[in-house]
């Protein structure tokens, strides 16, 4: 699929048929692990929903309502994501330890490996769709879709290993490990997967406070800032980067040498309105080599008051 909406679209479809799948399933089997899976579906069937509307939202310009776009939603909408599942999985983790303190729970294991099959196939189908979306486009959404149908994928297959154990077990008349199988399985899969949510949850969060992305990103951006100002005469060169979602936002302080009946003509250029416009063209275009969608605002002083880290806080 090559467009965004399609994309989530798609997602969202399959995440309603698995969590309708499993909870069916979980009336026939008695399962909590297929339960925990249902429901984790079902949850992000509907997280999915709002997905879709906020992709459309971020490739929106700003607006007077929103001065600064609509990419901090994407960032809302993972990290919602993120709870969510981390919620879920916690649910799941108490419910399976009660479990097993009371003596576990009878499950029946052929209706379990049924759906166990299915769940596995679809989930690992949807992933892949995913990653060749990812070809076509750069979507935090999609990113952040494919890592949960990858972490789904893993937690079906173990269902459906564990199930077959437990097939293997009743054939060899095992009765007394039966009716822990699915506890301690559903206790696995969730200790195994929980740094997932965590990781999703913590970037997200990460970007609703404006921190510097990692250094991967935003040292090529420094880098590309440097070179585009190479052979102007500075003070001094502030860079702050943040990234809300998708979008790349620099803002850049140029502080200048101050104009002086003195200064040479060289540096009295630096005030000309038309060379900071070519200034600006300039870093934006090296930018953007680097990364894109990106929104470089490049400002040029001769006080570094105006560039100082607590020029908003401090008043001279």
Same mark, same amino acid.
């Given at each position: 699929?090559?467009?965004?909406?399609?994309?989530?679209?798609?997602?969202?479809?399959?995440?309603?048929?698995? !969590?309708?799948?499993?909870?069916?399933?979980?009336?026939?089997?008695?399962?909590?692990?297929?339960?925990?899976?249902?429901?984790?579906?079902?949850?992000?069937?509907?997280?999915?929903?709002?997905?879709?509307?906020?992709?459309?939202?971020?490739?929106?310009?700003?607006?007077?309502? +929103?001065?600064?776009? +609509?990419?901090?939603?994407?960032?809302?909408?993972?990290?919602?994501?993120?709870?969510?599942?981390?919620?879920?999985?916690?649910?799941?983790?108490?419910?399976?330890?009660?479990?097993?303190?009371? !003596?576990?729970?009878?499950?029946?294991?052929?209706?379990?490996?049924?759906?166990?099959?299915?769940?596995?196939?679809?989930?690992?189908?949807?992933?892949?769709?995913? %990653?060749?979306?990812?070809? %076509?486009?750069?979507?935090?959404?999609?990113?952040?879709?494919?890592?949960?149908?990858?972490?789904?994928?893993?937690?079906?297959?173990?269902?459906?290993?564990?199930?077959?154990?437990?097939?293997?077990?009743? %054939?060899?008349?095992?009765?007394?490990?039966?009716?822990?199988?699915?506890?301690?399985?559903?206790?696995?899969?969730?200790?195994?997967?929980?740094?997932?949510?965590?990781?999703?949850?913590?970037?997200?969060?990460?970007?609703?406070?404006?921190?510097?992305?990692?250094?991967?990103? =935003?040292?090529?951006?420094?880098? =590309?800032?440097?070179?585009?100002?190479?052979?102007?005469?500075?003070?001094?060169?502030?860079?702050?980067?943040?990234?809300? !979602?998708?979008?790349?936002?620099?803002?850049? %302080?140029?502080?200048?040498? =101050?104009?002086?009946?003195?200064?040479?003509?060289?540096?009295?250029?630096?005030?000309?309105?038309?060379?900071?416009?070519?200034?600006?063209?300039?870093?934006?275009?090296?930018?953007?080599?680097?990364?894109?969608?990106?929104?470089?605002?490049?400002?040029?002083?001769?006080?570094?008051?105006?560039?100082?880290?607590?020029?908003?806080?401090?008043?001279?």
């Amino acid at each position: 699929m090559k467009t965004e909406a399609r994309t989530l679209a798609f997602s969202a479809f399959m995440a309603l048929l698995i !969590g309708c799948a499993g909870i069916i399933a979980t009336l026939a089997s008695n399962s909590q692990a297929i339960l925990l899976d249902g429901l984790f579906n079902l949850i992000y069937f509907s997280v999915a929903l709002v997905t879709i509307k906020v992709s459309k939202l971020a490739s929106r310009p700003d607006s007077d309502s +929103y001065p600064f776009g +609509y990419s901090y939603f994407e960032s809302l909408v993972n990290l919602c994501k993120g709870l969510l599942i981390l919620g879920v999985s916690i649910f799941a983790l108490v419910d399976a330890i009660a479990a097993l303190l009371t !003596g576990g729970r009878e499950i029946a294991a052929g209706l379990a490996v049924l759906y166990a099959l299915f769940a596995t196939a679809a989930c690992s189908l949807t992933a892949w769709v995913m %990653h060749r979306s990812q070809r %076509h486009m750069s979507s935090p959404l999609v990113a952040a879709d494919k890592l949960n149908w990858l972490v789904n994928s893993v937690i079906s297959a173990a269902v459906l290993a564990a199930f077959c154990l437990v097939m293997l077990f009743e %054939h060899l008349d095992w009765q007394t490990i039966l009716p822990y199988v699915d506890s301690v399985l559903v206790i696995a899969v969730v200790v195994l997967c929980l740094g997932v949510p965590i990781r999703m949850a913590s970037q997200a969060l990460q970007e609703l406070l404006n921190k510097t992305p990692e250094e991967t990103i =935003a040292q090529p951006v420094r880098q =590309a800032v440097a070179r585009a100002l190479a052979d102007t005469d500075t003070q001094e060169v502030r860079v702050r980067i943040v990234r809300p !979602g998708r979008l790349l936002y620099v803002i850049v %302080h140029v502080v200048l040498p =101050a104009t002086t009946p003195e200064a040479s003509a060289d540096t009295s250029a630096y005030a000309s309105i038309s060379t900071q416009d070519a200034l600006r063209a300039r870093i934006d275009d090296e930018v953007r080599r680097y990364y894109s969608p990106v929104v470089c605002d490049v400002v040029f002083t001769a006080n570094t008051r105006w560039a100082a880290p607590s020029c908003g806080l401090l008043v001279e």
